[in-house]
């Protein structure tokens, strides 16, 4: 078996983000077509000062979590027109599609570090402190082929 950086420095996969135009259609149709469950945990957030692609933008987006036993899957419904990694997938795929696959690490940046240590040919596309200083979450591209990941920092995990 291979020792690679996924495997060996990587918790469990906390969640699979899908970004959707209705919230509450996707859970419906989730719901009805495969028989998940409804949306256990739902709230907005707005977003202020993260760096996207380079830029400092403040959106909001409406956030839903279904539980799926060992994970969850994450709805993502944009809300307004303010660009975002959110409204700009869904612009620049069509509709519906899934966004990440998400961990929860104790530092972000020992991550990044480990990776680029690694030669991953990696580039940070979104970075965001959450509201209330509970934490931070990044958007990286190159890690896995074809899918961003998402490495969330709480405040109670930072050191």
């Known amino acids: 078996m291979s020792d690679n950086l996924l495997t060996r420095n990587y918790p469990n996969l906390n969640h699979?983000?899908?970004?959707?135009?209705?919230?509450?259609?996707a859970g419906r149709d989730n719901s009805n077509h495969f028989g998940l469950s409804a949306i256990a945990r739902r709230f907005k957030l707005h977003i202020e000062n993260a760096l996207y692609r380079g830029k400092t933008v403040t959106f909001?987006?409406?956030?839903?979590?279904?539980e799926l036993g060992n994970t969850m899957l994450e709805l993502i419904q944009p809300v307004g027109n303010d660009p975002s990694p959110y409204l700009d997938a869904l612009q620049e795929r069509g509709g519906d599609n899934?966004?990440?696959?998400?961990?929860?690490?104790?530092?972000?940046d020992e991550h990044l570090e480990m990776a680029r240590k690694s030669n991953a040919s990696l580039s940070v596309l979104f970075d965001a402190k959450l509201p209330d200083w509970m934490?931070?979450?990044?958007?990286?591209?190159?890690?896995?082929?074809?899918?961003?990941?998402?490495?969330?920092?709480?405040?109670?995990?930072?050191?």
């Open 16 to 25: 699979v983000g899908t970004v959707v135009r209705d919230i509450d259609q």
């Open 60 to 66: 909001s987006a409406e956030f839903g979590f279904v």
């Open 98 to 108: 899934t966004h990440h696959l998400a961990y929860l690490v104790p530092s972000i």
């Open 135 to 159: 934490g931070r979450y990044v958007y990286i591209d190159g890690l896995v082929h074809g899918v961003l990941i998402e490495l969330m920092e709480f405040a109670q995990q930072q050191k």
